[in-house]
């Protein structure tokens, strides 16, 4: 399995800034995912970071508020935007590497997740 | 659209005792699914997958989980509760999105407690 980092793991935030996390592939990978787990809350989807075109956001979610980057097969970034206290989060980013050509199959590859970044705003 | 309901929010069980986290799912075909485990503190790691192979799939630190289609269950079971199991447990349905990866759709999350 692929190896994730995270950076930072953990920052506190004024409300009104903006934080850049980033996250970090030993190996290159197709997909790229970034989530988003509010305290005692289950994970929730941002967005699928594609590489060389701009990322798919899930619905609730958009490029002013969280934008990502993704300029190569190892590495990625999210912004946090004008943070306010409703942003304290962990944020995770999570990787798959396809194993099959379909695309209706790549739905069993499992995928692996960093070890998150922990965002309180206060 | 595909979800996934985890019975429990919380389960509290002895040291050595079994362990049931309950989790149904609904899917419009042949789902794959997957358990995670979180630590405290720590990232998520993956404790086994089914898809559409065996329907009683083995994982890690002696986990298993069973399909059951006529009854929409994937849920997890261990025969002996050991003390560093305590941790939240996600039931997560993967949906196929053309021309991409799965996009995972998690459970709410059951929170394992293991007295000694």
């Known amino acids: 399995s692929a190896v994730i980092s995270q950076k930072p793991s953990r920052d506190i935030c004024q409300r009104g800034t903006s934080l850049t996390i980033q996250c970090q592939v030993d190996?290159?990978?197709?997909?790229m995912f970034w989530y988003r787990q509010q305290p005692g809350q289950s994970l929730t989807l941002i967005a699928t970071?594609?590489?060389?075109?701009?990322?798919?956001?899930e619905s609730g979610f958009v490029i002013d508020k969280f934008p990502i980057s993704r300029p190569n097969l190892t590495f990625s970034t999210l912004t946090v935007s004008n943070m306010s206290p409703e942003d304290s989060s962990i944020y995770l980013c999570s990787v798959v590497q396809p194993r099959a050509a379909s695309p209706l199959w790549r739905a069993r590859d499992e995928q692996y997740f960093g070890p998150g970044t922990r965002l309180t705003v206060t | 659209a595909q979800s996934v309901t985890q019975l429990d929010s919380h389960v509290s069980v002895s040291e050595g005792t079994p362990v049931l986290l309950r989790c149904n799912y609904s899917s419009s075909y042949s789902p794959s699914l997957f358990w995670y485990v979180q630590h405290p503190n720590k990232g998520l790691q993956l404790l086994l997958k089914y898809t559409s192979a065996a329907t009683l799939v083995k994982g890690i630190n002696g986990f298993e989980a069973e399909f059951k289609k006529s009854e929409t269950s994937f849920h997890l079971t261990k025969p002996s509760a050991h003390m560093s199991d305590a941790a939240e447990y996600f039931c997560?349905?993967?949906?196929?999105?053309?021309?991409?990866?799965?996009?995972?759709?998690f459970g709410q999350g059951t929170e394992l407690s293991v007295k000694p």
């Open positions: 190996s290159q990978v197709t997909m």
């Open positions: 970071a594609n590489q060389g075109s701009e990322a798919t956001y």
């Open positions: 997560v349905v993967s949906e196929a999105i053309y021309n991409q990866g799965g996009k995972l759709i």
